[in-house]
């Protein structure tokens, strides 16, 4: 069923609701009159293991890309002992065609801070950092402005409705990136924050356990966030009612796909940008109605559903669902960000291929041999294959060294690799005629090669 009303873009002018000419900042004042922080208020009144249980009730899943459930997460935290508990924000949005936390950075700041101001309280957090995209430039002062003006209205600081968190006044900063894709991972983010090489650690300990500065850690997405104020005005029933239930035959502890969904599309299409859908809507929905079709002399030949980590969907797989059963049933990694790149039918897939593979072997941190290594050598191989000096071993080597590397076989800390085999791997199985008709046959030696 399609969204009636929207909810987390109900302040952001969006299609079909609303114009994009008529966006702007919405200020604290302006966000109070429209029903503004009356979920924090209601949060008070309520005891805090019964705001996360409420949360919990709602499967928000972690809308960053992994899906995990973010009220699960909030009851993994420790006893308080008295000591410092951190709030993560993850803004880090660098996964290639993603923008979709942007949106509510640029024009709709104060439902986040809601959501943040919430989650501190339930979780007895006393510091939130706010970590951003370092190439965010333009989000900065809108951030700074809204942060101001919390402060002001008593939501952090001094004299703060939240009252002394650990002994302490709730905080609330903003930490700027330096434009790593590897620190959108929590536990790279973690290490950036502490002003480290953003390297991911290895886990277990979980942040919720030892997050920043080795203490007790929620790290949660922008988008994440902002579907807490509303879970807490209306109810996890009423969030459940949106979005798409379990699997049918699927047990209770089965994760589901409820509520709306923030979905981006980019590409060859009429109207690209941002818009809000429930969970489960087809992908050919939102290429089609939302994006306004595919421009003229365009046809539709393939899609990344969720950033170019999650593999991609070929032509026949037009009308997937995009909820977070997508993986499974559609044979790539995810739904991730839900945020679509549309590949139209002249485009090859293998320059598609080389140019993801170049991506992530130049975002590789370099701490995991398979991933510093393998990335290179994904790259490498593909960009001979596009040159017309490959082979049909490099296809099998290449099937080989992706389903060698990732935190899936166990061979690596954090999930890049897996990114970079998914992508490449989906993307060669689904369009092999195209790799088999750029690849020599017979035993070939480039002359460049042998020039060199």
Known sequence: MMLETPILTKRIPTEPWGRHADRHVVSYGEYVKTGGYEALEKSLGMERHAVIDEVKAAEIRGRGGAGFPAGMKWSFLPPVDGERRFLAINADESEPATF???LLIDFDPHQV????AICMYAC???????YMRGEYHEQRPVLEAAFKEAYEKGIFGPNSRL???????PELYLHRGAGAYICGEETGLLESLEGKRGWPRIKPPFPAVAGAFARPTIVNNVETLACVPHVMTNGAAWFKQHGKGRPEGAPPHVPASFGTKLIGVSGPVVNPGIFEENLGIPMSYCIEKLAGGMLPGKKFKAAIPGGVSMGV???DEYEAPLDYDIGKNYGIMGLGTACITVIPHD???VACARNIARFFAHESCGQCTPCREGTNWLYQILERIERGDGSTKDLDLLLELAGTMGIMPGTTICGLSDGANWSVRTIVNKFFDEFDAAVKKTRYVSLSVVNS
């Open 100 to 102: 979709k936390d942007r």
């Open 113 to 116: 801070i809601e959501g943040i």
């Open 124 to 130: 007895q957090l006393d510091t939130a950092y706010f």
């Open 163 to 169: 009252g002394k968190i650990n002994g302490r006044d």
């Open 313 to 315: 969907l070929k032509t």
């Open 347 to 349: 485009y090859s897939m």
